[in-house]
């Protein structure tokens, strides 16, 4: 059983450019996070998708946006890159009632020249 | 979200117990403490998620006191796979799995051969 699965595993762009990153959810999961990990800091909570539609955001610009797919896999959009963008892209997947059952894939590593 | 306050950093030797104690002072009734793991270009792990007293598994114990402003993770007799950040996480997060995680920059465990 696959667990979840993000692409590309690594991305180098330069700054004002636009930038999608993908996850795959665990099989059986509805539900997905994104969180942003700046190197030495914990993870930072993005947004959160389920039935297709943005649910809970944090303290992100407008330049972050999503998208989740009718087979629950998700996109991570950030437009008009800055240097700060750069950091480790987590996708999280879980499901409602599911307790404390969050996946996390193991990141996509975005840098900004 | 309840705040937490963990060590930076540890150091211990293989073969040692280790024990990685959170401060959460301003804990609420509904709230449950959870620790992840984080290996380096990984996502975090969910290690363990107890409410009160002691919660003890495979890979971990967990100790609450009654008034719950703390909690200690124990891991016994540690190996030097188990070098990586620890993240205590408090909030309600009992029976759903839709809920933002709220990660603070964790504690950075060193095992020593």
């Known amino acids: 059983d696959a667990g979840v699965t993000q692409s590309p595993t690594h991305l180098i762009k330069t700054r004002g450019q636009q930038v999608t990153l993908r996850c795959s959810p665990k099989s059986g999961h509805d539900t997905v996070s994104w969180y942003q990990q700046a190197l030495g800091q914990g993870p930072q909570f993005i947004f959160q998708y389920y039935e297709e539609e943005e649910r809970q955001r944090g303290n992100f610009p407008d330049r972050f946006s999503g998208h989740q797919f009718p087979n629950y896999s998700s996109e991570l959009n950030v437009n008009a890159l800055l240097l700060g963008d750069s950091a480790l892209y987590l996708c999280?997947?879980?499901?409602?009632?599911?307790?404390?059952?969050?996946?996390f894939g193991s990141g996509t590593r975005l840098t900004v020249v | 979200l309840a705040k937490t306050t963990q060590p930076i950093s540890m150091d211990s030797y293989e073969g040692q117990e280790v024990n990685i104690t959170c401060s959460h002072n301003n804990i609420a009734t509904n709230d449950y403490i959870t620790w992840y793991q984080q290996f380096p270009s990984q996502g975090p792990r969910f290690i363990i998620q107890?409410?009160?007293t002691k919660v003890t598994n495979e890979v971990a114990s967990l100790f609450i006191p009654a008034d719950r402003k703390s909690s200690t993770l124990s891991l016994p007799r540690v190996s030097l796979s188990d070098t990586a950040v620890y993240y205590c996480l408090v909030g309600d997060m009992g029976r759903t799995g839709r809920r933002a995680l709220t990660f603070g920059s964790g504690t950075r465990l060193q095992v020593q051969p």
């Open positions: 999280a997947s879980s499901f409602d009632l599911g307790d404390y059952g969050y996946t």
């Open positions: 107890g409410y009160k």
